[in-house]
């Protein structure tokens, strides 16, 4: 599977802002966008004026991509099935985007970023209804039980928030897709409606 191996901290320095890639790390003062808050590049300190409404809408296309670790041709088909679905496309691309198997471990608290997160499904870490899966780009369905395969070998992330359309069973250490999200459930600053502006041009 294709997937991006570069440097994680120029693409939160390329839209501007904390997008929260390398997890603990994003927290503390170590954090390079606090180092370094130019755009990446040669010419990042003298880039001034007011962006275009292209160029706002491309931004907020890319920091939703690097949010959720997906590349163009995914995230184009995502915006294809949302733009194709009955309702609100926002929020239709949202369900695509939280459900994706490598996002809820990520907001259960069993992995620091989604990108840990992605490794330890392919690694075979995780169970889904009690069975095997390593395809991080899985969606989950209502219902579903997502439960580690041994709790102790993981590293859960401290001071998270556990979203409100996911419930946690502490005795069997799993967690539960009790509704499917909508908008208000996604604690990162994406605007959809700039995203499928790009896409509708």
């Known amino acids: ?11 939160c320095r390329a839209v501007g802002e904390k997008l929260y890639l390398k997890g603990t790390k994003c927290l503390g003062p ?23 409404d292209y160029k706002i ?13 997906i590349l163009e041709k995914q995230f184009r088909k995502y915006i294809e099935q949302a ?5 609100v496309t926002g929020d239709a691309l949202i369900k695509l985007l939280e459900t994706r198997l490598d996002n809820v471990v990520y907001r259960s608290g069993f992995a620091v970023s989604r990108a840990q997160a992605r490794q330890l499904i392919r690694s075979g870490f995780f169970t ?5 899966s390593t395809i991080p780009s899985m ?10 395969v041994s709790f102790e070998k993981l590293q859960p992330r401290e001071g998270f928030v556990l979203p409100a ?7 069997e250490k799993s967690v539960k897709v009790e509704n499917l999200p909508t908008l208000d459930d996604v604690s990162e600053n994406v605007d959809v ?3 499928i502006e790009f896409y509708s041009r």
Not at 83 to 87: D, F
């Open 1 to 11: 599977m294709a997937r991006y191996t570069g440097a994680k901290c120029r693409l």
């Open 30 to 52: 170590n954090c390079t966008i606090q180092k370094k808050p130019q755009v990446p590049g040669q010419h990042g300190t003298s880039r001034r004026g007011r962006p275009s």
């Open 57 to 69: 809408q491309l931004l907020e296309k890319q920091k939703a991509k690097r949010v959720y670790g």
């Open 83 to 87: 733009l194709g679905s009955k309702g």
């Open 128 to 132: 889904v209804n009690e069975a095997p």
């Open 139 to 148: 969606h989950v369905k209502l219902g579903d039980v997502i439960k580690p």
């Open 165 to 171: 359309w996911i419930s946690a069973n502490v005795k």
């Open 193 to 195: 409606s700039l995203i």
